[in-house]
């Protein structure tokens, strides 16, 4: 092992030898050098740790490894450009200091944009190989300014040696990218593939696997009142249920082709079965499975009423494919969960009834691409208004599918449809798309603007891209953040998981205002407007009553106080009536969105009407 010098103090000897350990005993050295982190973090006091790797043949450095106190990691994986100059002054600097770098909030210097960011004290640290710069280390400390001691210093500049000597050597030679897909293939809390990765593999089984007697089936499952256990027992205890149903479902199916959690407390299971079991025999098959699931976690909680719900559907049966397998699977699972009541098992099959119009549903999925290359789908606006002045403070951009024959769909038709196998994702993207093009169009024209908000599907905060499709965009269009805004619905909020969390984080370390729609619709938590990082609640369409009588008033006006006192800008949707307005005002809820003064319309009829405003 090695010794450090006589001067080094023995706990740093200690951060060392642990680092030693580490590599020893972890086969995986990506997952060593995150761990050490966690140590290094906690020996420094800090509350973050990020590593940037300059990118072969650039001026660019990528964030390779982040520990943080309190969040999962934020920029990981993304990638900075920092102008020459920046490189420059940085290294005069360290050339000064001797191989560091100090930032503390206010400075003037290289990273004066830090200023923005939540970040009071900071130390960089850059390491070499063969004289040229290859990386940097940076701890941060969010709540306070650090006087940095000559000792800590030393140390660090030690440890990231080491790790940039002992460990960066020993990952194996793939390229930045595979190295990330790599781990945005996984799902970060149980391990499992996540679901594009689950749907390559079981479509690349099938296509290489040709057994006569045997079928693939699709099994999805879920945990009951998921987010009431979350609230119960704790984010902790919520995670460590879904990572045993994970193991569990490993350990009990036989046969297993692939396994991910689709999201929140839904897992997908591919399974290959003998044909002769039929669906009795797999409906056994799960209910044992999630039996034994059952009594392992009576460790973990005392809760008798936790269940899991699953459904099954077959593919090849009545044609399936695998994503139609996993609607029909999972459209058999909402159907158990139903009959719970009247009986034991809570594994149900599908079968074609479950979807009554699935051959719509079909096709619209089969039109999408269709329809995008087209451009059958047209982006609206609908106005946001001051109560009192009606005068334009915001919109909503809302789609819109203009079929070939001029009929219009609205998004209720085809939104659940498109979220059941991904489609979402290319049309949210069409639409932010549009809607940066519309902000950049009018800024480069010189005309005012005010900030648009854009809907979030839940499906983003459960896969990938998100954070660095939104990262492009604002590079690409080069968009004031202040004029986009994100609606999330409350629901998805409540989930807690990481990556819910690591998206809201780094949206508000961006300063993108998120707004938590739907308020009041379903299961709604104060406690959650307090937790997380919202800036604006979106009370639901659902209390504009024809007539508000005395409880509707009181619970409006206790919600719009509540969320004035945490500093939450407030807004009601769905207002038609004058009687509504006039009681908002009174409640103290001074925007609106509503037929009251505009439906949706079309994004060169929103233009006039901010020009109109202008001329008033
Ligand atoms: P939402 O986010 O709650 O959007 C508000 C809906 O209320 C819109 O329906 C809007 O037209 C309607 N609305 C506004 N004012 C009034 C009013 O005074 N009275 C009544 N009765 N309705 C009003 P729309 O455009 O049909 O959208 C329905 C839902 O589809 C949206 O609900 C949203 O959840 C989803 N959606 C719409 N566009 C997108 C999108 O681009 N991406 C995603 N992921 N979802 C979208
Ligand atoms: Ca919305
Ligand atoms: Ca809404």
């Given at each position: 092992m090695k010794q450090l010098e006589g001067r080094k103090k023995p706990v740093l000897q200690e951060l060392i030898n642990?680092?030693?350990?580490?590599?020893?005993?972890?086969?995986?050295?990506?997952?060593?050098?995150?761990?050490?982190?966690?140590k290094i973090g906690a020996f420094f006091d800090v509350d973050s740790i990020v590593v940037k790797e300059k990118v072969e043949n650039g001026a660019a450095v990528k964030c390779t490894y982040e520990w943080n106190r309190r969040s999962d990691p934020l920029t990981r994986g993304l990638e900075r450009r920092f102008l020459d100059k920046i490189w420059e002054e940085l290294d005069d600097i360290y050339f000064r200091?001797?191989?560091?770098?100090?930032?503390?909030?206010?400075?003037?210097?290289?990273?004066?944009?830090?200023?923005?960011?939540?970040?009071?004290?900071?130390?960089?640290?850059?390491?070499?190989?063969?004289?040229?710069?290859?990386?940097?280390?940076?701890?941060?400390?969010?709540?306070?300014?650090?006087?940095w001691t000559t000792d800590e210093i030393d140390a660090m500049k030690y440890i990231c040696g080491y790790i940039n000597e002992h460990m960066f050597p020993k990952r194996l030679p793939r390229t930045d990218t595979e190295v990330l897909r790599k781990r945005l293939d996984r799902d970060q809390l149980t391990k499992l593939p996540n679901i594009d990765r689950f749907l390559r593999h079981v479509n690349k089984y099938i296509a290489s696997e040709n057994d006569p007697d045997c079928c693939i089936c699709i099994i999805s499952s879920d945990v009951t009142n998921f987010k009431y256990i979350n609230e119960k027992y704790g984010y902790n205890t919520g995670d460590q249920i879904l990572k045993r149903l994970a193991s569990t479902i490993y350990l009990r199916m036989k046969d297993i082709i692939s396994c991910c959690r689709e999201y929140s407390d839904i897992f997908l299971i591919a399974v290959k079965v003998p044909k002769e079991l039929g669906n009795k025999g797999v409906k056994t098959l799960v209910d044992n499975c999630n039996n034994s699931f059952l009594d392992e976690i009576k460790s973990v909680t005392e809760d008798t009423n936790i269940a899991i719900n699953s459904g099954f559907a077959?593919?090849?049966?009545?044609?399936?494919?695998?994503?139609?397998?996993?609607?029909?699977?999972?459209?058999?699972?909402?159907?158990?969960?139903e009959m719970a009541l009247f009986n034991t098992s809570r594994c149900c099959p599908y079968d074609t009834g479950m979807i009554a119009n699935k051959a719509k549903t079909v096709e619209m999925i089969a039109s999408c691409d269709r329809a995008l290359v087209n451009n059958e789908f047209v982006v609206y606006l609908q106005p946001k208004v001051l109560c009192r002045t009606y005068e334009i403070v915001g919109a909503e951009a809302l789609i819109r599918w203009k079929k070939p024959d001029g009929t219009f769909v609205y998004p209720d038709e085809f939104i659940p449809a498109f979220e059941s196998n991904g489609c979402i994702r290319k049309t949210d993207?069409?639409?932010?798309?549009?809607?940066?093009?519309?902000?950049?169009?009018?800024?480069?024209?010189?005309?005012?603007?005010?900030?648009?908000?854009?809907?979030?599907?839940?499906?983003h905060l459960f896969n990938n891209g998100f954070v660095e499709y939104i990262d492009g965009l604002i590079k690409k269009y080069n968009i004031p953040v202040e004029l986009i805004e994100f609606e999330l619905t409350e629901s998805i909020c409540l989930e807690g998981l990481p990556s819910v969390t690591y998206t809201l984080q780094w949206l508000r370390q961006m300063n993108i205002r998120i707004s938590i729609d739907d308020f009041g619709s379903g299961y709604s938590s104060l406690e959650v407007l307090t937790r997380l990082p919202i800036s604006i609640l979106k009370l639901d369409k659902v209390f504009m009553k024809d007539e508000l009588n005395t409880n509707d008033k009181i619970i409006i006006s206790s919600i719009v106080e509540m969320a004035r006192l945490l500093g939450l800008d407030v807004i009601c949707e769905g207002v038609e009536e004058d009687a509504q307005r006039i009681f908002l005002?009174?409640?103290?809820?001074?925007?609106?969105?509503?037929?009251?003064?505009?439906?949706?319309i079309p994004m060169e009829d929103f233009s006039k009407k901010l020009e109109e405003e202008l001329r008033k």
């Open positions: 642990f680092g030693e350990e580490l590599v020893l005993r972890r086969k995986n050295i990506e997952e060593a050098i995150e761990e050490f982190l966690i200091n001797g191989g560091y770098y100090i930032y503390n909030r206010g400075d003037e210097g290289p990273l004066m944009m830090l200023n923005k960011a939540s970040v009071e004290s900071l130390i960089q640290i850059p390491v070499y190989k063969r004289s040229e710069k290859v990386a940097f280390f940076e701890f941060i400390d969010m709540t306070k300014k650090r006087d077959f593919v090849g049966d009545h044609d399936l494919t695998v994503e139609e397998a996993i609607t029909g699977a999972t459209a058999a699972r909402k159907a158990a969960k993207y069409y639409v932010y798309d549009k809607v940066f093009a519309y902000l950049r169009d009018r800024l480069d024209k010189g005309l005012p603007c005010v900030p648009i908000s854009m809907n979030v599907s839940r499906i005002i009174e409640a103290c809820c001074d925007k609106l969105q509503g037929y009251i003064y505009s439906k949706p």
